[in-house]
């Protein structure tokens, strides 16, 4: 196979050094600016002011006059991340950072963490922001950064990377079943093990517990506090890690996607996160500077943006009808006259896949689903619904097998039907290759290894014929058929520009933007024409362009008789049309289908 060393497209940025962005929050960002090589001693924003609170020159958050932004380590006869940067937050404006997925905005938070180089620098060592604290205050500490561009791991609870960035492998399934010790933590205990608050509460702690008690019920956290941490769902573990950020008292609190549909927050905890963020701000306990993508909701209280597109930031005041890049027709790719496939519109029986009756799942006196009687038959779109802690990942777990209690389902008080065998005789190997999965666990969970022994994007999407994770070497035909989808799907459907598949195939899957792994991650999961194609939240981390070829893929391109199982919180993320799609809502645990 050709192996492409120079090809490099202009988007795609050092993918590790994102990831743990992405992933991390600010106790792990830490080590940024050493890994670098730049020895950065602790600094301490310690002039005197007047102000009790946050004092200044004026009422300047941040103050760029104007800089060239470059990462740690390079010279000014490279490119800058950001050129001619000029940007001054006052306190009391609320600002959002816009820009599309996968773009430079994480890089402009990162930046106001002191984890870039600006040139002149700033007249108080690496921060632009957060001129003078008083009392002083350590700015790692002044400033908390917290990424909803995808979800950590179980193991690493809130801060540490996950192993799939350092190439291992970890079991995302832990949380059905059995637990090693470590996993046990609860959300109470993961919370306070990690800040300088006691959980018992001591004097100095009394303001802060009752900020964090308001948040804890304003997040809707309560019920879930003696969980375990890892058993918490995606919604949930969102809304458990602004939390956990807040614990720290800091001064700026740095978002980045909160809002985004990725990983899931439902429509009702995302009016509530809204409004929680905006009160905090306006009461300055802690300020939020947050980063949205074009697609969100921009929330009504944000006073000014800051737009980033490729190396340029333009800052300024909201206006009325804020439009922040108009999406153009030549974003969407062209349909592809290869493998059309004609659909069959011809009602007629088809077969079942999936049986469920009376399906109940339960921890201890938790009844997480509860009596669930639903058919999947061959070529049904479905959509399933619900809000976060629903049951929705638990309902998924049960078809592929990877929830204990699937065993447990036996006549005569349930049944738990797949692919015309009762799940206790189908081998969780035989649905591994018989369900095409796409999910926000399998994103996080994907080793990705750098080097040598990291797989390429052709070699990624191949591990989908077994449903492993791991490289296999590929049959003939098998290399053909992963040829045959990244040409139907469309090379420039990854990065815009006019790549052959043969460039694509043998690009590393380290080197891709977290978008161009999840569309990777999108093949490997059709690549074995799977009877059940599962797609939880699948556009998660893609920019339009990525989305709109995927949607097209799926109304144009797949077998007539694969049913898919389509899971989000929005209506019009589905390919297909309304009237071509069936609905499973949990509440509650209860499923209502229509
Ligand atoms: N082992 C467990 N013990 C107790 N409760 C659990 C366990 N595993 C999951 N839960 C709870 O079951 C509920 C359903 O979780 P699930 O992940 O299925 O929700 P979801 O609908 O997928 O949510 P989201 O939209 O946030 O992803 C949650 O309230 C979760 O905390």
């Known amino acids: 196979m050709m192996t492409v060393t120079h090809f490099r497209p202009k988007s795609w940025k050092e993918p590790m050094l994102l990831k743990r962005l992405h992933v991390l929050d600010l106790t792990i960002s830490l080590a940024l600016p050493l890994q670098f090589g730049v020895i950065v001693s602790r600094f301490y924003s310690d002039q005197p002011s007047s102000n009790p609170e946050l004092s200044r020159d004026g009422d300047t958050i941040i103050h760029i006059p104007r800089a060239n932004v470059y990462r740690f380590g390079q010279a ?11 940007w001054t937050v006052r306190d009391g404006e609320s600002w959002a950072v816009v820009g599309p997925a996968g773009s430079e905005k994480s890089d402009l938070l990162s930046m106001l963490m002191g984890h870039m180089r600006l040139s002149p620098s700033p007249s108080r060592g690496i921060y632009p922001s957060l001129p003078v604290l008083n009392p002083p205050r350590d700015m790692y500490e002044a400033i908390s950064f917290v990424s909803f561009t995808s979800r950590p791991s179980f193991s690493a609870s809130f801060s540490a990377p996950s192993p799939s960035s350092s190439g291992g492998f970890f079991d995302y399934t832990a949380r059905y079943g059995a637990m090693r010790d470590e996993l046990r933590q609860t959300l109470r205990e993961t919370l306070f093990s990690q800040s300088s608050l006691s959980p018992r509460g001591s004097q100095e702690n009394d303001r802060q517990m009752k900020l964090l008690d308001e948040v804890i019920r304003r997040l809707d956290l309560e019920d879930l506090m003696e969980l375990p941490f890892v058993v918490l769902s995606n919604g949930q573990t969102r809304r458990a890690r602004i939390a956990r950020a807040l614990l720290g008292s800091p001064e700026l609190l740095l978002l980045d ?68 890049f108009p999406v153009s027709d030549s974003e969407t790719p062209g349909t592809s006259d290869m493998h059309i496939k004609r659909k069959d519109n011809m009602e007629r029986e088809r077969k079942e896949l999936v049986a469920m009756k009376n399906v109940n799942v339960k921890y201890h006196d938790r009844h997480v689903l509860k009596n669930i009687n639903w058919t999947i038959r061959a070529g049904e779109k479905w959509h399933l619904q619900g809000p976060n802690g629903s049951g929705k990942t638990t309902l998924l777990s049960l078809l592929t097998g990877a929830h204990p209690q699937s065993y447990t389902q036996r ?126 939240e699948p556009f998660a981390g893609m920019d339009s362009r990525m989305i709109s070829g995927v949607k097209r893929y799926l109304r144009e391109e797949l077998d007539d008789d694969m049913s898919v199982l389509f899971v989000s919180h929005w209506e019009d993320e589905l390919p297909w049309g309304a009237e071509d799609v069936k609905r499973i809502r949990l509440v509650d645990g209860e499923a209502i289908i229509c």
């Open 411 to 536: 006549p005569p008080s349930s049944v738990l039907q797949l692919f015309s065998l009762p799940r206790r005789l189908q081998p969780t190997i035989a649905l591994q290759k018989l369900i095409g999965h796409v999910s926000p666990e399998i994103f996080n969970a994907f080793p990705r290894r750098g080097g040598e022994g990291g797989m390429t994007v052709s070699e990624v999407i191949g591990t989908g014929f077994e449903g492993v994770f791991s490289y296999r070497k590929l049959s003939e035909e098998q290399e053909r058929r992963v040829e045959e989808i990244i040409t139907a799907l469309g090379p420039s459907s990854f990065s815009g520009s006019d790549l052959t598949w043969h460039e694509l195939a043998s690009t590393k899957f380290v080197a891709l933007s977290p978008g161009q792994q999840s569309l990777t991650l999108f093949l490997r999961a059709i690549v074995s024409s799977p009877r059940l194609l599962i797609l939880d």
């Open 257 to 324: 996607e909160p809002l985004s549909e990725y990983p899931g927050l439902d429509p009702s905890h995302r009016a509530q996160l809204t409004s929680l963020l905006h009160d905090l701000h306006v009461s300055r306990k802690p300020r939020i500077l947050m980063s949205l993508r074009p697609q969100d909701p921009l929330p009504e209280w944000i006073t000014h943006v800051a737009l980033v597109d490729g190396q340029s930031v333009r800052t300024e005041i909201r206006s009325q009808n804020f439009m922040p």
């Open 76 to 86: 000014n006869t490279n490119q800058p991340v950001f050129r001619d940067l000029e």
